[in-house]
């Protein structure tokens, strides 16, 4: 599987933009990039993912570089409840490829009021 | 709340104790996944079932553990004779048939083996 590469921890502060980068330099051409997040106490919920374009939804923005090999998630407007481990992933979209998530150890974004 | 549910939350055995665990995923998907989380780590993948056909197993499935999903729909996941190394977070997680689909995660059980 192809590997990403995330900053252990980042802080941020209440309403301001996050910038959530993501290396994965040995990407595939068929590998999608995905983020979950994992609140305390709770299982990874998806966030949003993408191929190739940036990719907007109502949780966040996925801003991918034009060779592939890096990616940044952005949380326009940080709230208390954005306080969570944020996990990049590289997802082949290949018939018969494994369906499994691989996590690391993703970056923990912590919110200050 | 996802959909997925996951019993008990909490379990404390003691070492050499058998233990089941059970995921109810959302109705309507049928893939079905266990991962296992270490404090600090991310959560790793164990084993998957489409339907009732379990298609993938993880080197970490070790043969004391056993997993079910006789209806392809709730799906047990078994420890036996459990060790101290075993205490962790069991996380069960759902998704439709096709591939790249979202995978929605239950609250997991924590598992704790003195």
């Known amino acids: 599987d192809a590997k990403t590469t995330q900053p252990n921890s980042m802080e941020s502060n209440e309403e301001e933009p996050v910038h959530l980068p993501c290396n994965h330099s040995?990407?595939?051409?068929?590998?999608?990039i995905h983020w979950y997040r994992q609140l305390p106490s709770q299982g990874p919920e998806y966030v949003i993912h993408?191929?190739?374009s940036n990719v907007n939804n109502r949780m966040a923005s996925l801003a991918i570089a034009e060779d592939r090999k890096s990616s940044t998630l952005i949380l326009h407007r940080a709230t208390l409840r954005d306080a969570a481990v944020y996990y990049c992933i590289l997802r082949d979209v290949v018939q018969g490829g494994s369906e499994k998530l691989v996590f690391g150890k993703g970056t923990k974004l912590t919110v200050n009021p | 709340d996802t959909g997925v549910s996951q019993d008990p939350r909490h379990k404390i055995t003691k070492r050499g104790q058998n233990v089941t665990f059970r995921c109810d995923p959302i109705?309507?998907?049928?893939?079905l996944y266990w991962y296992r989380q270490t404090l600090g780590q991310g959560p790793e993948f164990l084993t998957y079932?489409?339907?009732?056909?379990?298609?993938?197993k993880s080197r970490l499935l070790s043969d004391r553990f056993s997993a079910e999903r006789p209806k392809g729909s709730f799906s047990t996941l078994e420890i036996q004779r459990t060790e101290q190394g075993d205490s962790a977070m069991y996380l069960c997680?759902?998704?439709?048939?096709?591939?790249?689909?979202?995978?929605?995660f239950g609250p997991g059980t924590r598992l704790l083996v003195l």
């Open positions: 993408g191929l190739t």
């Open positions: 109705s309507e998907h049928n893939r």
């Open positions: 079932f489409q339907n009732e056909a379990q298609l993938e």
């Open positions: 040995t990407i595939s051409g068929t590998d999608y």
């Open positions: 997680a759902s998704s439709q048939h096709t591939s790249l689909e979202t995978q929605y």
